[in-house]
């Protein structure tokens, strides 16, 4: 359709982006990369980054490309493609492991792929072993959901009596909260302290010969059913 008389309209919004402004955006997603497992478009327009690298509150004041929603889902998917090209899952850890990023095997002791299915991954610093073993329990913990999909976490934890916090020593990351799984979970756990400490993991109530009482008193779990079968 061609329009000859005069116009009453504004002129359409420019759907270019800027190729500095382009730039700009790919390091605020960046640096916003711990949060790109859930980070979306609508997220980035109203980011707490975009005051610190363009000055403004929201993209749109920024240049009126910037308010298509497509766009920028594209530019993230685009961004995290480059950033983990195996994603953000078990395949995308496997990998990250595999390269040594950022010294991660210093954290992952195992990544454990069972016959029947069942995944786990065990996260504990060699210091964070050493200092569990001065606590006189440890609590196992997975009503807090932190990952996504079916993965859970299972968290051993201990009560810092002089700085009244709860400290975490091991993370475990499971797609199983069974009997089976939970047993897979305690024996990689015990056999990794052991690795790391070497010291064998000791409770001292069934150690008849231990005078000092050296060890952990008890293990405090949760009311979930597969710690209890």
């Known amino acids: 359709m061609v329009v000859k008389n005069t116009h009453s309209h504004p002129p359409s919004p420019p759907h ?11 390091s605020l997603i960046e640096n916003s990369n711990d949060l790109l497992i859930d980070f979306i478009s609508r997220r980035l327009i109203s980011g707490p980054l975009i005051k610190a690298v363009f000055g403004d509150t929201v993209l749109a004041d920024v240049h009126a490309s910037m308010n ?5 889902r594209n530019i993230i998917m685009r961004e995290q493609k480059l950033l983990h090209p195996y994603g953000q899952g078990i395949m995308g ?3 990250a492991f595999n390269q040594n990023e950022s010294n991660l095997r210093d954290y992952i002791q195992r990544i454990i792929f069972m016959d029947d299915g069942h995944i786990m991954i065990l996260c504990v610093f060699k210091l964070q072993a050493e200092h569990m073993s ?6 196992v913990d997975m009503s807090y959901k932190r990952v996504f999909g079916e993965i859970d976490e299972l968290e051993f934890n201990a009560y810092d009596e002089n700085n009244n916090s709860v400290v975490t020593f091991c993370r ?3 797609n199983g909260s069974n009997a089976k799984a939970y047993q897979y979970m305690f024996t990689a756990f015990f056999e990794v302290y052991e690795d790391l400490t070497v010291e064998k993991p000791t409770f001292y109530y069934f ?6 009482k050296k060890g952990w008193a008890a293990i405090i779990v949760d009311l979930d059913k597969g710690q209890a079968s």
Request: cysteine-free; overall charge positive; proline content about 3%.
């Open 16 to 26: 270019r982006t800027p190729n500095h402004l382009q730039q700009d955006l790919k």
């Open 68 to 72: 298509n929603i497509g766009k920028l």
């Open 93 to 95: 850890v496997v990998h």
């Open 134 to 139: 001065k606590f006189k329990y440890f609590m």
């Open 172 to 174: 475990i990351y499971s």
């Open 207 to 212: 150690n008849s010969e231990n005078s000092e």
